[in-house]
Nanobody
Framework: QAQLVESGGGSVQAGGSLRLSCEVS???????MGWFRQAPGKEREGVAS?????????DYADSVKGRFSISRDYAKKMMYLQMTSLKPEDSATYYC??????????????????WGQGPQVTVSS
């Protein structure tokens, strides 16, 4: 049974940076991984996704393009979300997600079968 363990959430002032990490357990590498976020009273938003196997086709929500960067360390089975120029509206619970099926890879929540626990990110103005 695969597990995703996240770290790196916290509080930061607007304009600051944070990096989220997601460690993947299990013997096989996921095909697709992504980052999602959900603020109170709002729907879950797909922030970024990447084909983990090939490190290809990174895709970002318009709200974070140019500010967030998704990456992975294949050897360590880690995925990262580097967040810069943070805004108060980026405050949310952030989730990493993974799927092992070689099908689609995008920012739709239905693409993913496995989810991390969701660290909190708070950006103050």
């Amino acid at each position: 049974q695969a597990q995703l363990v996240e770290s790196g959430g916290g509080s930061v002032q607007a304009g600051g940076s944070l990096r989220l990490s997601c460690e993947v357990s299990g013997s096989e590498y996921p095909y697709c991984m992504g980052w999602f976020r959900q603020a109170p009273g709002k729907e879950r938003e797909g922030v970024a996704s990447i084909i983990y196997i090939t490190d290809a086709r990174a895709d970002y929500a318009d709200s974070v393009k140019g500010r967030f960067s998704i990456s992975r360390d294949y050897a360590k089975k880690m995925m990262y979300l580097q967040m810069t120029s943070l805004k108060p509206e980026d405050s949310a619970t952030y989730y990493c997600a993974a799927d092992w099926r070689s099908s689609s890879c995008d920012r739709a929540a239905s693409t993913y079968a496995y989810w991390g626990q969701g660290p909190q990110v708070t950006v103050s103005s």
